[in-house]
């Protein structure tokens, strides 16, 4: 499976029908987004947030055709900027673990959502990557690094976000829904795809003293060496909720 089939994953949980607002929560450079613009139809509003505004600014570039999307800035650490019983649907993907409270976020969702509306939530657990590797135990060592470091760019960190979504929203009381896992595997090591990108973002850990640079060059070797071979492999899980509010 790749990155982008666990995209067409999601997506094959949306209910299209009667769906007139979508909201994607931390919408990045909105490509779920415009992904579901595809799918639906009709004249639906279609809202991106974030709090960064170089993503929303690519993100509005790229749909300024197009009026039903509005990209716009914002902290979801704040009070979303919408009135009540907005949205049919609201999106949401790895953002949850970044904000401190949690509960206060699954709050507003319900509050803007429509009475019986859809929510996706879906978050990659960090602590299970897996990378083979000669050495077991450094693997091991910079996956659980990486797992508990918060970026500069995050309010929080939690590398076990993933299988903690159904214990955050379900505890709320505000949603009715289940879990899915989707297991994303790579057996290509370039540009693009996810393991090759952690392994570069692994790098940024030797600065903040999580990793040496010499842990870090064997393991990156190693991963190479495994490439070159045809021998490398990459999974990690992606855990989903989709529900609907009370």
């Known amino acids: 499976m790749s990155y982008n089939h666990l995209t067409e994953f999601l997506l094959s949980k949306v209910e299209f029908n009667q769906v ?30 974030d709090k960064m505004d170089t993503c929303i600014a690519q993100a ?14 914002g902290d979801l650490a704040k009070k979303l900027p919408f009135e009540d019983h907005t949205f049919d649907l609201v999106f949401s993907k790895d953002v949850l673990e970044c904000i401190v409270d949690k509960a206060s976020l699954l709050k507003e969702i319900h509050r803007v959502l429509k009475p019986g509306g859809q929510i996706i939530m879906a978050h990659y657990d960090f602590d299970t990557q897996v990378f083979d590797g000669s050495n077991k135990a450094l693997v091991r060592k910079i996956v659980q690094a990486y797992s508990d470091w918060e970026q500069a760019w995050m309010d929080d960190s939690d590398g076990w976000i993933g299988r903690r979504l159904w214990k955050y929203i379900n ?20 540009s693009g795809y996810f393991g090759y990108n952690r392994v570069q973002d ?10 040496s640079e010499n842990d870090y060059l064997t393991f990156k070797h190693d991963m190479e060496d495994l490439a070159r071979k045809d021998q490398y492999l990459f999974s990690i899980n992606s855990y989903v909720y989709t529900g609907t509010g009370k």
């Not at 639906?40 to 809202?47: F, I």
């Not at 505890?171 to 370039?190: A, N, P, Q, W």
């Open 171 to 190: 505890r709320t009381g505000l949603f009715s829904g289940s879990m899915d896992s989707f297991v994303l595997i790579e057996t290509t090591y370039k």
């Open 20 to 49: 007139t607002a979508i909201l994607d929560i931390g919408c990045g450079y909105g490509h779920q987004l415009i992904q579901l613009g595809e799918l639906v139809e009709g004249d639906v509003k279609l809202v991106g947030l």
């Open 60 to 73: 509005n570039d790229a749909t300024k055709k197009d009026e039903r999307y509005t990209f716009m800035t």
């Open 202 to 211: 692994f790098q940024d850990m030797i600065m903040k003293g999580f990793i």
